[in-house]
Structure formats: C-alpha cells, structure tokens
C-alpha cells in the first residue's frame, strides 16, 4: 500500500536560538547570576553541602553543572567529603552506574558521593508540614545538610508549566505523599496546571513554597537548543533563577501555527524514548496544550523504541497497571476520579484524557504487546504509520482521498508548545 498523498505538512520547529550556545566548557563565563543569593554567602569550609540533580529521564547538562558547582565549592574551601551528589529519582528507578558515567562524567561519577533519593523508604525521608493541605515530604539529605543546591532544565512541563527551580528538590527528591497529593486528581484537573502556565498555577505555587520550606538555597539551571547544547544559564535564589530563565524558554519554546491539523506527529528524544510512561509526554504534550493547534480526534504518530517497555520504576509500573487493566480510557478515568490514584499512576490518568480524543500510534516499538496493553496502536516504520494515521483521520473528518489532510510535524514534541495562530 502506498504511502498517502494529498498531505500538506507543517512542521512546527523551535526559535532559532539566539547568538552562540554557552560552552560547557567555560560554564562559568556564561552563567547569568540573579536575585540576591550567592553560594558564598552560605559555603564554607566544613559546611556539609547536597547538591540535587536530576536523573537519567532528564536531558540536562549535570556533567557541566555538577562540575561548575564543584569546582566553586573547592575554591569556597568545601571538602569533598562533605559533598553529597543527591539524585532525584521522584518515583523513577535509580541510575544504572553506566548511566552515571554518561549523566556526570567519570570524575564525578568516581570521586564523588552519590546517592538516589528513594521515595518509597521512610526512614530516610522527613515530614515537613504541609502547605494548603500538601504534605512536605523530602529526602532527609536535603535537611540534613548546611547547603542544598538543585540543578535543573527549564523546559515546558505538563503540570508545573515550565520545569527547573525548586522541581528537582521538592517532587523529583519528594517522599511518596508528596508525589501523590501535587499528581492528583484535584491538582491534575485544576485549570491552572497547564503546560507553560506559571501565573495562577498551583502546582508551581506548591513547588517554590516547598523548595523555601525544605531551604533550598541556590539553583543552578539551564535552556537548552533541540540538540542540547546550552543556550541560557543562571544561578541564584530558585525563583529568580526560574523566573529569568521561564521568560527566555518562551520565546524558543512556544510556536505559532497557522491552522489546524488533521494528523500529526510528535517527536520523542532518546532520553524519553525508553519507557512508553516517558514516551507517551510527547503526546500529552501535544494534545493538551492550551490552544492546541489539533483537530479534536487527530491521530498522533509516536516514534519510540521503549526498549524497557512501560519502565522499571514505581511510578512507571503504576501507570502501567492502571492503564493495561482498564478495559477503556473512558472507564479508567471515571474510576481514577472516583478512587484517586498512587503516585505514579498520574501520567495514566493524562494519558487517558488524550486517549479519548485521540489515537495514538507507536512506531517501532521493541514492546509492541506493552504499546497494545495500553490501548494504543503498533506500527513498525514510520511509513506504516502515516498510512494508519491517514485513514484514520480521513475516517474520522469525513474526507476522500482525494480531500488534502494537514499534517502537523512536532520534531521535538517536549520542547514545543505549538499555539493556533490567533488564539
């Protein structure tokens, strides 16, 4: 069967970034500071210093960060022995040790301590009260400490509107309450937790009232291109950090396009790919973003190899069951409002919501019987997938073959908000 003709396609890319990239190289020459707080005002020698970084479901440049913030500490007079590397896990699997080479280098992945944070062992978390209800839960490394620090990338997040500042402290190294009341339902449904909202969303709210409850001090955080290379760095207080660096993600991050689509097809990085549960934001993203430029019932194409099937995690395996024994979305939704939800089991709750309008369809997925269990369609080439993305959406519209479909092309679906032009 041939591939479909009579497509228009569109493709939304992301803002040509301005000037050279920071080299990571000389991080230290391109990091803007902002707000008030400077590392000296609180490194000291014998200061017991945790730096919180984030995992391998994460594209962010630790390596460079990590190394920066290192190397600041020495000449501040701090010892290694008093530094903890904290990974925030949230309630994903630990790091493999040769996903810690990638992710830090071989000097800091050898030489330095590192710990992941474990959502699931209480003892080695601390209760910190609660804020409009939410509990704060977090590592008691963050606590136990005279310094804690966060890296991070601010890029679009389903919930918290742009990621980075206090996330990587407060959900990515968050005891399992914490997850599960800020990914709930009455968070999730919320109006204000949108993707790219920070004003009026109480998600982000909770986030930077909790990274001030814990003491988070400093953050370290970054802009990326498409191809990772760092665009804009800043470091200081994490709301002025988060705020500055929101302001810059906007202007690459958010799209204009020109009309709707019938059909589209939303990119996956190879961080994400791995798991169906890191995979399948790409679709979310797309689909339920404000003034999304879909039709409602547009098939989305996703091409993921998900070598680890839904994912390894706590979280993924949740999300996983939840989905896989639902008999339809529609039903899983109805039940997870009615019933709640463990932490983890969230992204089965969005998914559910895209699925309902949307069929999703997988390309060259290693687990196509995971792809299936979650109500999703397999296919094994790209070309495979237009042609079912086609048909249904000529289906789905009431179009002929010889009607033109819109094709919207997302090549990097997690950094792209495309807006309707005009709305």
Same mark, same amino acid.
């Given at each position: ?28 020459? $391109? ?16 200061? &017991? ?10 594209? *962010? ?25 904290? *990974? ?12 810690? %080479? ?37 590592? &008691? ?23 980075? +500042? ?6 990515? *190294? ?56 760092? %665009? ?5 207080? !994490? ?42 934001? #790409? ?21 993921? !190899? ?6 390894? +995690? ?29 932490? $983890? #089991? ?78």
């Amino acid at each position: 069967m041939p591939i479909p003709s009579r497509i228009r396609e569109t493709v939304a890319s992301l803002a040509a970034p301005p000037g050279r990239p920071v080299d990571p190289a000389d991080l230290a020459s $391109g990091i803007q500071r902002v707000g008030a707080t400077r590392l000296q005002d609180y490194a000291r020698p014998g200061a &017991r210093v945790t730096i919180a970084f984030t995992d391998a479901t994460r594209a *962010c440049p630790d390596a460079a960060l990590i190394g920066f913030l290192l190397d600041e500490l020495a000449a501040l007079g701090a010892r290694s022995e008093d530094i903890t590397l904290l *990974c925030a896990t949230g309630l994903h699997r630990p790091m493999t040790d040769a996903e810690r %080479l990638i992710k830090l280098g071989a000097r800091i992945a050898t030489q330095t301590r590192i710990v992941d944070h474990n959502a699931l062992d209480a003892r080695g978390l601390v209760h910190l009260g609660e804020i409009n209800t939410l509990p704060v839960v977090t590592d &008691r490394l963050c606590v136990d400490t005279d310094v804690l620090i966060a890296t991070g990338v601010v890029e679009p997040h389903q919930y918290a509107g742009y990621s980075g +500042g206090a996330k990587t402290v407060v959900i990515g *190294c968050g005891g399992e309450a914490t997850i599960q009341a800020t990914h709930g339902p009455a968070m999730l449904d919320h109006p204000g937790v949108r993707l790219g909202r920070i004003e009026d969303n109480p998600f982000q709210k909770f986030v930077r009232a909790a990274g001030q409850r814990i003491g988070l001090r400093l953050a370290l955080n970054v802009v990326l291109s498409e191809t990772g290379s760092i %665009l804009f760095a800043a470091m200081g207080d !994490p709301i002025s950090v988060h705020d500055h660096l929101v302001a810059q993600a906007r202007t690459l991050y958010e799209v204009s396009v020109p009309k709707l689509a019938h059909l589209a097809l939303a990119g996956v990085e190879p961080v994400k790919a791995v798991n169906l549960y890191q995979a399948s934001r #790409a679709a979310t993203y797309l689909a339920l973003a404000d003034n999304t430029p879909l039709l409602p019932g547009a098939p989305i194409i996703l091409p993921a !190899p998900i070598p680890e099937g839904a994912g390894e +995690g706590a979280g993924e395996k949740r999300f996983f069951d939840m989905l896989s024994r639902a008999p339809s979305p529609a039903q899983l939704i109805e039940q997870m409002q009615r019933d709640g939800f463990p932490a $983890g #089991a969230q992204r089965a709750y969005i998914l559910a919501q895209v699925l309902l309008q949307h069929p999703i369809i997988v390309v060259g997925a290693d687990r196509p019987d995971v792809v299936s269990a979650c109500h999703m369609l397999n296919a094994p080439t790209l070309d495979d997938a237009l042609r079912i993305g086609a048909d249904l959406a000529r289906r789905r519209f009431h179009l002929s073959d010889d009607d033109w479909l819109d094709y919207l092309v997302v090549p990097h679906a997690l950094l792209t908000l495309p807006r309707l032009a005009g709305q």
